[in-house]
């Protein structure tokens, strides 16, 4: 290929995906179905339509961009959640008043489904996958458990204390309400 053939090529491509992605993925998009072509060069050559052909490796590329950019955004807010329980719970266990020591007993204070399903993936740190698999359960329906004993252990945790948190959802303090119930919900 020519350079004034190439600077046409590369140009028409790099505004195909511009258009697709975010400017800050294009360079690493186009990169990729560069590779993808010098890689299957012999199946490009051999199509009834070469600029179809590559065009279709573009889009390929592009789907396989968004569909790791969707998994690792799940992958970080998984990690980010982790590392919150993580923060509460390396709170001293000897100190009474923890909350540490507060988020078993109220974890196992919520109603069968939502207790067990906590308790595997939150304190025992089992990927709710291999939990669904232990249990019995569809992953959509471990991942729906997990999502509802969630949004309980909170109204229980608040019920229970005054938690400050940061913008971004870490807690800050904490401070046990004196007419609050017990932490394991009786």
């Known amino acids: ?3 004034m053939v190439w600077s046409v090529f590369e140009k028409k491509l790099r505004a195909y995906v511009r258009r697709r992605v975010t400017i800050s993925a294009v360079d690493d998009v186009v ?3 560069l590779l993808h072509l010098v890689r299957s060069q012999d199946k490009m050559e051999g199509a ?3 600029t179809a052909w590559i065009y279709r490796v573009a889009a390929n590329v592009i789907t396989d961009h968004y569909r790791k950019s969707a ?3 799940r992958l970080l807010e998984d990690v980010e959640l982790e590392t919150r329980v ?3 719970s390396e709170e001293p266990a000897d100190d009474p008043t923890s909350l540490a020591s507060c988020l078993i007993p109220m974890i196992r204070g919520l109603p069968a ?5 906590l308790m595997l993936t939150e304190i025992d740190g089992i990927s709710q996958v291999a939990a669904a698999k232990q249990l019995g359960l569809s992953v959509s329906g471990m991942k729906s458990r997990v999502q509802r004993g969630r949004q309980k252990l909170k109204v229980t945790l608040l019920r229970c204390c005054d938690v400050e948190l940061n913008r971004r959802g870490d807690v800050l ?3 046990t309400r ?3 119930a017990r932490c394991d919900g009786t």
């Open 178 to 180: 004196d007419d609050s």
């Open 48 to 50: 009834k339509n070469s």
């Open 113 to 117: 489904p939502y207790d067990q399903a």
């Open 1 to 3: 290929m020519n350079d």
């Open 173 to 175: 303090d904490y401070n």
């Open 31 to 33: 990169s990729e179905i």
């Open 71 to 73: 998994s690792e955004k």
């Open 86 to 88: 993580m923060d509460i």
